[in-house]
């Protein structure tokens, strides 16, 4: 049993199911001409029940140029494709995307990291306490890119002690003036 998703008359998504609508083990997205873009399976191990994943990138004549098992290496090859070999800049002020680009180390490639918020637990107290379960995976790996940037020296401060000092992190404050005040007493 499927699903089409169809724009301007033409196919743009196509979902197959198990038995139901649940669970989802075909996804294939098409292009606006048509042809066959990136199907995502799901029911590798056994077809028509879930479980291990393909997923396939296609030419434009539909056919298969390249499989992954998992979408992340997809998205390494098409950041690479994007690149093709210049020198590149990637900021990321993203925390889920940070996860990701903790993977994406490449000569030519400039990767930073700007965070905008607290890397601690709720209620934590810096600079030993907790780390966000959101912040974890990138602070265990901040050598992973070129610079860390945050908005403020106390962050920085209390990132470098429990990390041991690491090399790539600074300190590039919002760029905000404000306007002089005056005594009205006075």
Request: glycine letters at 6%; a positive charge.
């Amino acid at each position: 049993n499927s699903s089409d998703e169809v724009s301007d008359g033409v196919l743009r998504r196509r979902r197959r199911y198990a038995a139901g609508e649940k669970p989802v083990l075909q996804v294939d997205y098409c292009r606006s001409g048509g042809s066959l873009m990136v199907s995502d399976r799901r029911d590798v191990t056994a077809k028509g029940v879930e479980g291990g994943r393909l997923i396939t990138l296609c030419g434009w004549d539909s056919r298969p140029i390249a499989s992954w098992n998992q979408v992340w290496p997809l998205y390494l090859f098409w950041l690479d494709c994007v690149v093709a070999g210049r020198e590149a800049f990637m900021i990321v002020d993203s925390k889920l995307t940070a996860n990701f680009m903790t993977r994406y180390r490449r000569d030519n490639v400039v990767t930073l990291h700007l965070v905008h918020n607290s890397h601690m637990a709720s209620g934590a107290r810096p600079p030993y306490g907790e780390l966000s379960p959101t912040r974890r995976y990138v602070f265990e790996r901040l050598n992973s890119f070129d610079a860390v940037v945050f908005l403020t020296e106390s962050q920085k401060k209390d990132v470098d002690l429990v990390f041991d000092n690491p090399q790539n992190t600074c300190v590039i404050p919002n760029s905000r003036s404000f306007p002089a005040t005056h005594d009205p007493e006075g």
